[in-house]
């Protein structure tokens, strides 16, 4: 046995737990891929627009895991337009699912001209709707370098007993009038159905998607 093996099995408890110090630098050297630790986290599946009407995951919402978050990077809008999300309980055939939403934003303009933080009281929040969801307070341009990204997490979709709650970060450059200003919209809401959610589809207020990417991960 060598001197780096003899190190390790000195460092093992009878329960078979390895002590500190028993895995160092030398004790791995040559491993190029571990096993996948116990993070909480796995990535279920992913899809990339490419002048895409939508995008829309039909798998992967199972009784797995109890909460499913939608990482959204580099989303690039055809127009300008808001980036929104609807659910269904029928695997897609429908996105109509009932919600009730809130949003805020806070914002800071490019030039210092301005910042603030508000609630949206009436245009991207629902009262027992079964339209789609926007995840912008403001609409996001076509510049070359814009995009939107941010987080959608959805809990527990497979419950046939609570409603299925849902919160959102997304972050945006926007612009008012000729100004552009940093914006990040907070979402919050409830889908008002207790039958499984089993599928969900975002897409523009209007024209395609035209780049970016949406993960989706299932969370311990």
Do not use: C, W
């Not at 612009?175 to 200003?181: A, D, I, V």
């Amino acid at each position: 046995m060598g001197a780096i093996a003899r190190n390790i099995a000195n460092k093992i408890t009878t329960g078979g737990v390895f002590t500190s110090g028993a895995i160092t630098n030398d004790s791995v050297t040559g491993i190029t891929v571990l096993a996948n630790a116990s993070d909480g986290i796995t990535l279920i599946s992913s899809q990339t627009a490419s002048s895409s009407a939508s995008l829309s995951f039909t798998s992967g919402l199972t009784s797995t895991y109890k909460a499913y978050k939608f990482v959204y990077v580099n989303i690039k809008a055809a127009s300008q337009s808001y980036l929104q999300f609807n659910l269904s309980t029928d695997s897609g055939s429908n996105y109509n699912v009932t919600k009730t939403t809130t949003m805020a934003i806070a914002y800071q303009y490019e030039n210092d001209g301005g910042n603030s933080f508000i609630y949206d009281n009436n245009s991207n929040t629902l009262r027992q709707s079964t339209s789609f969801q926007s995840l912008l307070y403001a609409s996001t341009p076509t510049d070359a370098d814009a995009g939107v990204s941010g987080v959608l997490t959805l809990f527990n979709p497979s419950s046939t007993t609570y409603v299925k709650h849902f919160i959102a970060t997304t972050n945006q450059m926007s612009y008012g009038g000729p100004n552009p200003y940093q914006a990040v919209s907070y979402l919050a809401g409830y889908g008002n159905t207790t039958s499984a959610i089993n599928a969900i589809q975002f897409n523009m207020t209007a024209g395609n998607i035209s780049a970016g990417t949406i993960y989706l991960y299932g969370i311990k």
